[in-house]
Every structure is written in C-alpha cells, then in structure tokens.
Nanobody, 125 residues
Framework: HVQLVESGGGLVQAGGSLKLSCAASERTSGVYDMGWFRQAPGKEREAVAA????????YYADSVAGRFTISRENAKNTVYLQRNSLKLGETAFYYC??????????????????WGQGTQVTVSS
C-alpha cells in the first residue's frame, strides 16, 4: 500500500505562510483521493483540504477557504498544502491521507485508509 511522508511543518508567526508537502511512495494521480487533516490539542481531527484522484474536485473547510490551497505535482507523486495568513488557533498536527475507495466524500476522514505520521505546525504571536 502507499506510504505517505509529510514535511514542511515548523514554527511560523501569525499572518505568515507555510507550505506542507506529502510525498507518496507510488503514483496517486488517478488512483488516490488525497486529503489534509489537522488535529489541535484537545480537539477532534478535522478535514482541512482534499483533492480528488482526477484533480477535478477540491474541498476546503470553511475556516481555511481563500487562504489554503491544495495541489498535486504528479511527476513527484506529491501533494502540497499552501497555507497563507495563518492564525493563532491553527497550531495543530497536520496529517496527509490517501484513499482508493469511493465510499465517502473526500472530506470525510473515515474514508481514508492511508495516513502519514504527521507534521507539527505551531503558529505563534
């Protein structure tokens, strides 16, 4: 099965930008829906953004729409999450996930079978 490795996390000031990368061990374009999720301390995991395997459909949580962009670089089997205008409340562990199933919409975490180990993002004042 596919293995996913996130990178790009770290410390960023509020209002700043950070780009996360998710490198897959095999081709995901046309095969896997890919999503980014986050979990803040004491909170449930939530979907942030997702892109369908065809690339035709994207999802953004209301809280990030207009500030975050998910994209694929198919030649590198990599999915990115560009995050701009970061807010203090967006400190969280960010996870990349993939699925080959068609069971759920791309924003539902229960539909994803493959998860990376995550990367910490800390937004400071």
């Amino acid at each position: 099965h596919v293995q996913l490795v996130e990178s790009g996390g770290g410390l960023v000031q509020a209002g700043g930008s950070l780009k996360l990368s998710c490198a897959a061990s095999e081709r995901t374009s046309g095969v896997y829906d890919m999503g980014w999720f986050r979990q803040a301390p004491g909170k449930e995991r939530e979907a942030v953004a997702a892109v369908s395997r065809s690339g035709d459909t994207t999802y953004y949580a209301d809280s990030v729409a207009g500030r975050f962009t998910i994209s694929r670089e198919n030649a590198k089997n990599t999915v990115y999450l560009q995050r701009n205008s970061l807010k203090l409340g967006e400190t969280a562990f960010y996870y990349c996930a993939g699925t080959r199933r068609y069971s759920y919409t791309i924003d539902e975490s229960r539909g994803y079978d493959y998860w990376g180990q995550g990367t910490q993002v800390t937004v400071s004042s």
